[in-house]
């Protein structure tokens, strides 16, 4: 059990905790050079002192500050313009300037949240967590190997790695207890998980209304050491109601500007002292020995983890493997799953269970994985493959055929092709027929015939197997229970309705964000994380098959938008644009990483035709940086289904849309997008040629019309979609 929970978090962690060691390691320099490089003030300077020396030479200083590293800094207004150095506390002068290190930033930046924001914070808090674990669950493994506590540092034998492991790990574990778990106190309080500190001092009712009474003058002022001050605010000037602020070790209080006489004090509380602590022993600051040696320990840590995974391996390599899925070079069954949502490996498991209860002995892997060199025992490979787009290989699927395209021949394994896709797309199991057609162009024997399963049949999946069953000579029956995705409820907050004049009803339908769990915004899974032209799966009720929509918002909008337009017929699509305000749905989030429009500043071409605008009217909306956005889009009639025909006109006027050519179908004179793009010929190649991306979403014969006329407008500049698709300046995202 330690052995379990020492392995897993150091395996899954690995890159969180050496990154943290690192960046912490880095850090913990800066408190020490600070307090050798700052001039520190003499044992008996009291802040009376020192701040009348800082404003015989700035008398507009506004503030003194006082780090724990004995480093002093003033701010202040000269004829109207800021300014602030760090100050030499025997002259008041400025010495340096107090503009913070950029490279201590980007540490600090890293090692607090990656520069993710919030997300990045939660992700280094789960690091220190993991931290946290393997150090005391290490220390229990050390101990018990050394013979027992008192035995910490007793010899050890064994591979070298291992023995590097543990000796770094007795040195260092104290330092890394320490770190973590004032790392994760600190992350609780950013989150508002621990209790809130001490209150500031209540504002005197009533001042004198004096003013002018130096600071080297005020009684409260000259007992207290420099030693002590943490801060001190000066009255804003012309203000007879303002007051000093001072802010020492021991609390907070407020001095009259006219008589120095302290109006108000709280003390720190024993919160507020534990808190400071754990600071100090975090960063180091006012403690600098003690964050070096801190930073010395963290810079096991990459080597410990180096030496933790060769254990891991070593110990792997040296264990059978015998449960569950079995290593290729031992299976007499081959079974490579092309997918791209899961679904599939869904069905690959259906059949690995059957197939292994037959007797069978199978190994599953990925399509990307093919490696017929390894298959020594293999009898048969089966392929599972779904279709990604139109017509292209699924993610757990890339570069299958290439890697069957440079082999010198087939294996001499019978094989057989099953696909799995939605038999109302156009490219039906389009990937899995190219797989079919390769390997028979390449001699590749067959087992079974190319079959298909559509929309995740269990009766498909089932007939299929019992031909599979014949063909191996065992009865396979094969029952598959689809498990549907995990979905989150959506609410729908609002909705804008077209298209019914023209026998189109279609909505904009806006649902409320659902609430991210801490785990989907540490992993960003769900809807913690998404951008405009990802896809929404709804399965509606009564359905089987969840249906895709692209994503007209982004994450940082605030809300989840798509525009649905009603299929006569359409289970899904009906129940959807039947929705009113305050009702439900159940939806999952499926990333469409193909289909982004780049982190370039190069213009974008966005063509589109009725629903297919969503996904773009979401990057519009979040084009903030107002790169180039020319949109082309196409729709039946601008009276009825101009779908953010409110919206555009602003977005262009704030930059954010550049240009917007629309084409009605229907109206004084019908012409078509891409009639619309023929128009614009001459602008259309000037842009390409700049390095433009073209995007483009919507119905497949719409599709199919853009890439002809874009053809025709390219071919003069010796260019064509294909060329563009190939150096992945062409996206489409079609249905």
């Known amino acids: 059990m330690i052995r379990a929970l020492h392995r897993w978090p150091g395996l899954v962690a690995l890159a969180l905790v050496v990154v943290l060691a690192l960046s912490g390691a880095a850090l913990s320099v800066f408190p020490a050079a600070e307090r050798i490089g700052a001039p520190q003030a003499e044992a008996d300077l009291t802040v009376a002192t020192l701040a009348g020396r800082i404003r015989a030479v700035q008398p507009g200083v506004e503030q003194i500050r006082r780090s724990p590293s004995g480093r002093i800094t003033a701010y202040w207004f000269d004829q109207g313009m800021p300014g602030a150095a760090v100050i030499d506390p025997a002259t008041g002068k400025g010495v340096a300037s107090a503009d913070p290190s950029q490279v201590r930033r980007w540490l600090a930046n890293l090692h607090r949240s990656l520069f993710l924001g919030d997300g990045g914070r939660i992700a280094m808090a789960a690091g220190a967590a993991a931290m946290l674990v393997l150090s005391l669950s290490g220390a229990a493994l050390v101990a018990r190997r050394a013979g027992g506590w008192r035995h910490w540092f007793a010899p050890l034998r064994g591979p070298r790695a291992g023995r590097l ?305 014949e063909a191996l000579g065992i009865p396979l029956e094969l029952s598959h229970r689809p498990v549907p995705p995990k979905a989150d409820t959506m609410t729908l907050v609002s909705r804008r309705d077209y298209g019914a004049e023209v026998q189109a009803p279609t909505a904009i339908l806006r649902f409320a964000l659902p609430r991210a769990s801490l785990w989907q915004r540490l992993t960003g899974s769900g809807f913690a994380r998404f951008e405009a032209g990802d896809l929404i799966g709804i399965l509606p009720e009564g359905g089987t098959v969840p249906r895709l929509y692209s994503l007209a918002s982004a994450r940082r909008d605030g809300f989840i938008e798509i525009v649905v337009r009603k299929h006569p017929g359409g289970l899904c699509s009906g129940q959807l644009t039947a929705l009113e305000p305050g009702d439900t749905v159940a939806a999952f989030l499926r990333r469409n990483p193909g289909f982004r429009p780049g982190r370039s500043r190069a213009p974008l071409i966005l063509i589109g035709a009725g629903t297919g605008i969503g996904p773009f009217a979401g990057l519009i909306r979040g084009n903030r940086r107002r790169r180039p956005v020319h949109l082309f889009f196409g729709m039946r009639h601008p009276d009825s289904d101009f779908f953010y025909g409110e919206e555009l006109p602003a977005w262009q006027e704030e930059g954010r849309l550049t240009r917007l050519v629309a084409a009605a179908s229907r109206g004084a004179r019908p012409h078509y997008v891409q009639d619309a793009l023929r128009g614009e010929a001459t602008r259309v190649a000037a842009l390409i040629r700049s390095g433009a991306r073209v995007m483009v979403c919507g119905g497949r014969d719409m599709a199919a019309g853009v890439a002809d006329a874009l053809a025709e407008i390219l071919a003069p500049v010796g260019l064509s979609p294909a060329v563009l698709k190939a150096e992945g300046r062409y996206v489409e995202d079609v249905y």
């Not at 504002?203 to 209304?209: M, N, Q, Y």
């Not at 120095?260 to 006012?286: K, N, P």
Request: proline share 6%; charged share 15%.
């Open 165 to 469: 492991h543990v000796e770094i790990a007795r040195l260092a574990v104290a330092g890394l207890v320490l770190s973590s778990v004032t790392a994760l106190w600190m992350a609780g309080a950013t989150f508002d998980l621990l209790p809130g500190g001490g209150t500031m001092p209540a504002l005197p009712a009533e001042v004198s209304g004096e003013t002018g009474l130096a600071p080297d003058q005020m009684t409260t002022l000259q007992q207290i050491p420099v030693a002590e001050l943490r801060e001190l605010s000066f009255p804003y000037p012309g203000d007879a109601t303002d007051v000093f602020t001072l802010k020492t070790d021991g609390g907070t209080g407020y001095l009259d500007q006219g008589t120095g006489a302290l109006l108000a004090w709280a003390d720190l509380t024993g919160w507020e002292r534990v808190s400071e602590t754990v600071y100090m022993l975090h960063t180091g600051e006012g403690a600098a020995t003690l964050g070096l040696v801190l930073g010395l320990m963290a810079l096991g840590v990459p080597v410990m983890g180096a030496t933790g995974v060769l254990v891991w391996l070593a110990a792997r390599r040296g264990r059978p493997r015998i449960r569950g899925n079995q290593p290729a070079g031992r299976a007499d069954t081959i079974l490579l799953v092309g997918s791209e949502g899961g679904s599939t490996w869904g069905f690959a498991a259906t059949l690995h269970a059957a197939l292994a209860q037959a007797g069978r002995s199978v190994h599953v892997g990925a399509m990307s994985g093919f490696a017929p060199e390894r298959y020594i025992r293999a009898e048969r490979i089966v392929v599972l493959a779904a279709t990604y787009g139109d017509g292209a290989a699924p993610a757990s699927a890339k570069g299958f055929l290439d890697r069957l395209g440079t082999l010198d021949c087939a294996p001499d394994i019978p094989l057989a092709v099953l696909g799995l896709g939605d038999r109302s797309f156009p490219a039906y199991c389009a990937f899995a027929k190219a797989v079919a057609t390769a390997a028979e162009a390449k001699g590749w024997p067959e087992l079974l015939p190319l079959d298909t399963v559509d929309r995740q049949s269990p009766q498909d999946f089932a007939r299929w197997g019992r031909a599979l069953g």
